[in-house]
């Protein structure tokens, strides 16, 4: 099973498309080798997503997220936590064939990595606070 990275949709996002930092893994040894993969336009990211979204210092329950990106930007996200569900939306910008957004709340950065046919997008971000978010999100089924 594939260790998930953090995703910081829940306390930044829209605000801010949750914030998506980098992490320092993507799963076991025997996990494939992940290559980044520059986004040049929103097309190429389109569609539904999800995974699991932890938090740094690691909280005792990691929560599960859904990001819904459009062609034009915009997204919406689900984080659905112990508590109940947290949603928002916001747009995102392409800066150096990353996926970035920001709010009062923090900020986040998407990459898009491919590996034996497969898709993810790593999702890192950090919030006011200082806490930090990591997910690695695949193609929702």
């Not at 109940?84 to 747009?91: E, N, Q």
């Not at 990595?113 to 990591?134: C, F, I, P």
Request: proline share 6%.
């Amino acid at each position: 099973m594939r260790r998930a990275a953090r995703f910081v949709l829940s306390s930044l996002l829209p605000p801010a498309f949750g914030i998506l930092i980098a992490c320092s893994s993507l799963g076991p040894p025997d996990s494939p080798t992940w290559t980044v993969v520059p986004v040049t336009d929103f097309t190429a990211v389109a569609g539904k997503w999800e995974g699991l979204m932890t938090r740094h210092p690691r909280p005792r329950k990691d929560d599960w997220v859904s990001v819904t990106i459009q062609e034009d930007g915009t997204y919406e996200f689900a984080s659905y936590r112990m508590t109940g569900v947290f949603s928002g939306k916001g747009r995102l910008s392409l800066t150096d064939g990353r996926l970035t957004t920001q709010s009062e709340r923090g900020t986040a950065t998407c990459t898009l990595h491919k590996a034996n046919g497969q898709r993810m997008l790593r999702a890192v971000g950090v919030t006011k606070d200082g806490l930090e978010y990591s997910a690695d999100l695949t193609p929702a089924r």
